[in-house]
């Protein structure tokens, strides 16, 4: 049993990214026009002003009206006579989106990884096996549909029952979540709303980065099981740069699935985890490595890591932040021999990271599986270092993929 030291935080709860976009379009930006008036519209989302400061999504309520034409990544242009009053959403960030933006009371239907948002188990369950349930996504009767990524397949079938969908690009980086809000705020006439909390997700980042501006970056890993990790262009990878940490996977694309002799070769100091029995450096090769040996983890709150969404970003990016700046504290302690034994009996549990889904098969955007880790916890996440360590564990490749 590793003794642990909780450096605890509430957190809520909610997808990440794996598979690709069908079509020649996969990855293109949304492109939207409406018939309401522009004027005052500001730069778009990730443009810089003459200070050097990013600024927020050009569209304000002023000019959210309807009707509005939006092209989604298949190329296909999703036209809004009105704001619609019945939204689905079939992948978990989408609904996290919406529950941030206060339109929730709208969504009549999500996935089973989005039921860690409060009051979605009174909303239809739209999952199947695999991906979404056409008929049931239609008994919902739906205005729009909100498709992720990694959820293509779904798609056609849901258009040729004659709905309206709207598939999302991946979301890569912060700018990629900062346009998806951007898009969704505009969907549902909630410009203002997405404007606010783009503001409050770039305030967030910034205060990540500055709490460890200065310090070195641990190399970090964030395994999935099965030898695959999160690796470079991946939302994933965005949280642990943000955080403060060097992924030691990044000359990868992706989800790489890496040998034995590689991940020993990466060598990190530092692995993601998402359960309290951080069972995964019990394991080989990461046993082996220097954050098996020394027990060197952090606690993450998985619908957070695995859900490119507003809360996810400014949740895991504190999480792994102020875990970065507690782990450099620790190994000050322990070059300068100020660092507490082990066995004084001051350390305390940290507490398991209930992370409901955020996978619907969109790189971690799908619902076609539980969104609740293993261990039941009520969302409070807290890093763990060696001798003074609080635990989580892996989650599979197959549910990240379906987390999204």
Known sequence: MRNSFAIAMAVLVTTALLGGVAGP?????????TDAPTAGAGPAVGAVDATGTGVG???TDDACGFPVEVTDATGTTVTLDESPDRITTINPS?????????EQDRV???SQFASYLDGAGERANVSAEFGASVERVVDTEPDLVLAPNSSAADVEPLREQGLTVYHFPAATSIDDIAEKTETIGRLVGACDAAAETNEEMYDAVEDAENRTAGLDRPAALYPLG????????TFIDAIMTVGGTDNVAAEYEAYPQLSDEVILETNPELVLVTDSEASILDQEPYASTTAGTEGNYVVMN????????????IESSETLSTAVVAFQSEESESTDGSG????????SDGDDGSSEDTADGDSSEDDSMNSTDESGGTGDEAPGFGVVAAALALIATGLLARRE
């Open 25 to 33: 379009a996969a990855g293109a930006q949304p492109t939207i026009s």
């Open 57 to 59: 999504p050009a569209q």
């Open 94 to 102: 989408a609904a996290q989106t919406l529950w941030e933006l206060g």
């Open 108 to 110: 009549v239907g999500v």
């Open 226 to 233: 099965g030898g695959y990790v999160a690796a470079n262009n």
């Open 302 to 313: 998985v619908n957070y890591l695995n859900q490119p969404a507003p809360r996810s970003v």
């Open 340 to 347: 507490d034994d082990a066995d004084d009996g001051s350390s």
